[in-house]
């Protein structure tokens, strides 16, 4: 089992900046990659970017790439997300996830999330 816990949401106004953090713990001596979704009400879950856990490589949605930087720190197993000039658009419930294992094409684990509001 792993256990997430997110933390770093709130309410900010559009251009402003967020960081958003993902702690892991439990099982962790095992992780291939971890990444960050949303939802936004109404409409179904995103994926937002991905970081390869050993590797460090990254890829992002179309729609945040440029203004959002996914990081981790291995030393204390946590995921980070630095979101910039923020849009009233990217409001929505942030999800963190972790994927166990390169040969599994999902994520296996999910945190709470974390609710990030952008007024305009």
């Known amino acids: 089992q792993v256990q997430l816990v997110e933390s770093g949401g709130g309410l900010v106004q559009a251009g402003g900046s967020l960081r958003l953090a993902c702690a892991a713990s439990g099982r962790t001596f095992s992780l291939y990659a971890m990444a960050w979704f949303r939802q936004a009400p109404g409409k179904e879950r995103d994926f937002v970017a991905a970081i390869n856990w050993s590797a460090g490589s990254t890829n992002y949605a179309d729609s945040v790439q440029g203004r959002f930087t996914i990081s981790r720190d291995r030393s204390n197993n946590t995921v980070y997300l630095q979101m910039n000039s923020l849009k009233s658009e990217d409001t929505a419930v942030y999800y963190c996830?972790?994927?166990?294992?390169?040969?599994?094409?999902?994520?296996?684990?999910w945190g709470q999330g974390t609710q990030v509001s952008v007024s305009s």
């Open positions: 996830a972790v994927r166990r294992y390169s040969y599994r094409n999902y994520y296996d684990y």
